[in-house]
């Protein structure tokens, strides 16, 4: 680390730099579809549900299954995220902060 950094500086937040950059929203968005996506596969995994069995839970296609869990696809309802919820046995939980 240089002495050259002021002291404070790297306390700067990486939210701060995305609102600065004017990408906050987006990136946040994009993160946590990342996250239910890659939360709904591990409770897949951990129940040794597969993909057709899902698909069947949720009374759809393996396709929309597919896309569901893309984490790039944002096209997501929260009725969607719900039912997979609580497909799994989990229930989905959203708050603003």
């Given at each position: ?19 600065e950059q004017g990408t906050y929203e987006e990136t946040t968005e994009h993160a946590i579809k990342r996250v239910l996506a890659f939360q709904l596969e591990q409770a897949m995994k ?52």
């Amino acid at each position: 680390m240089s002495k050259d950094i002021e002291r404070g500086s790297l306390g700067d937040s990486f939210e701060d730099f995305l609102k600065e950059q004017g990408t906050y929203e987006e990136t946040t968005e994009h993160a946590i579809k990342r996250v239910l996506a890659f939360q709904l596969e591990q409770a897949m995994k951990e129940q040794n549900i597969g993909k057709a069995e899902m698909a069947k839970r949720l009374h759809t296609s393996r396709s929309q299954l597919d896309r569901l869990l893309d984490p790039e696809y944002q096209g997501v309802t929260l009725a969607v995220l719900t039912r997979a919820a609580n497909a799994v046995g989990r229930t989905l939980r959203l708050e603003l902060v």
